[in-house]
């Protein structure tokens, strides 16, 4: 009996395949009638930065180039000729006349004609893909995107069910603003930020979580960076609570590149798998990129596809994680990211016990999470988009003020600057091991830095150049009386 209902739908599935008879010479027809048997029988093809790609969902955790991703991740991949050929195989019948025996036979689909549909760049009439969600977001007017599916007006392709998330009202209320606030301040309850739960460190993880949640409607956005004395003081945890709420699965995690070029050659290729949230984890050197800097104010980012001689452009619509110890900006990222610092509270962190497992807690109220992270930014727009003046100037978008202006939260961009102590901080890691040969700790122990002096208006200077050059010196005289001591003894 089954096999006589397989028999049927099979019949059926061919009854309403299209028909593409292979005659030599009609190549241009063929690809025509191949591409419209696609559309027509909705393959999931799709056309990205000059590539026919596909959305994928990982069944298991994978590691490509370095790049780790979880299970359940969704992604973008380029379109490969195999596939293309299956897809045609199930979306049409190709037929070729056999004069050997008078009459028209069923073929496989010749593999020259998906080469050349993959071939035909400017000419395909497949959806423009942008990006894709796994949850409710703005579309970049201001609108609720609430439905899956893919979505003409922005290229987006939504993979949620609607039922998993609780009706978000388009024009919510301050108060409304204000429980979602308190709903987002208790997910992060039990991180310890610096300064307390009201600090602009706390606020910097709520920004944080709001921008992911409507990152793909951004033209652009800043980095966030979180920071702690030593390991084990919960960076990734906040960085895989911002992931999960606004997608659903674990960010893509990425270890920190060892030059500019590396950056620029695995940086396309994030941008190409369209993923929502990217970790640049256990970065130990201060940050500066210009490459970085460029993605996170445009729009757009350019460059050349590894092993092919072509150059792409991609949306850059994605929510840039940095997580390190005593983690530091340089230059102009200084002004292009927010840092997230959480304070060192125990002698042995990874001994804290917490009150609830936060992972699940996220898997449970996920649709309660994200539906209060998207109130904020509604409820911004409802009140008119009132101007904040504590913004970052590379920004024209206040996506870092919604809660600060919403709410009266603390403003995220208001973080205190850092002393940079980076150049003794390396003399002093090269020069420590040297010096502690044969040297008692208790010479070895450093003074205290001094805090930073404040900055003269309208002075460029270095906040506190005495408190970096006192402790190079400091370094200098140590080290020559360890030689000294070493060559005595030997």
Known sequence: ????????????????????????????????????????????????SGQL?????????????????????????????EYLTCALAACARFERYDGRVKKTRTIDPPPAVSATLLALVGRWKFPVLTGIVTAPTLRPDGSLLDRPGYDAATGLFGQFDPADFPTIRPKPSRESALAALALLKDLFSECAFTGGP??????????????????RALPIAPAFGVTAPKASCGKSTIAKAISQVCSGYEPAVKSPPDSETEFRKFMLGLLMAGDLCLVIDNLDAPVKSAAFCAVLTSSTYSDRILGVNAAVTVRTATTWLLTGNGLQF?????????????????????????????????????????AAALTIPLAYLAAGEPRNKARLRAFESGTGSFAG?????????????????????????????????????SVMSPPPLRAPRPRPRGSSRNPDPASTTRCARWLARRTKQSTRANSAAT
């Open 53 to 81: 790609v596909r959305i994928v969902e990982l069944d298991t955790a994978t590691e490509q180039g370095g790049v780790k991703r979880a299970a359940g991740s969704i992604v973008i991949t380029p379109v490969a000729q």
């Open 198 to 215: 009201d600090s602009t460190y706390a606020s910097a993880a709520i920004a944080a979580t709001l921008t992911a949640a409507v990152r």
């Open 330 to 370: 340089v230059g102009d990222l200084t002004t292009r990211a927010l840092l997230i610092e959480i304070a060192q509270q125990l002698e042995r962190p990874e001994e804290r016990e917490y009150k609830r497992d936060l992972p699940a807690y996220i898997a449970e109220h996920r649709g309660e999470l994200l």
């Open 405 to 441: 202006r919403c709410c009266g939260s603390a403003s995220p961009t208001r973080s205190p600057p850092r002393p940079s102590c980076a150049g003794a901080i390396r003399n002093a890691k090269r020069s420590w091991a040297y010096c502690m040969r044969g040297t008692p700790p």
């Open 1 to 48: 009996m089954n096999d006589k209902v397989s028999r049927i739908e099979k019949a059926r599935a061919q009854l309403d395949q299209a028909v593409i008879e292979v005659r030599a010479g009609e190549m241009p027809r063929i690809v025509v009638e191949a591409q419209a048997a696609l559309l027509a029988g909705r393959a999931g093809i799709y056309q990205r």
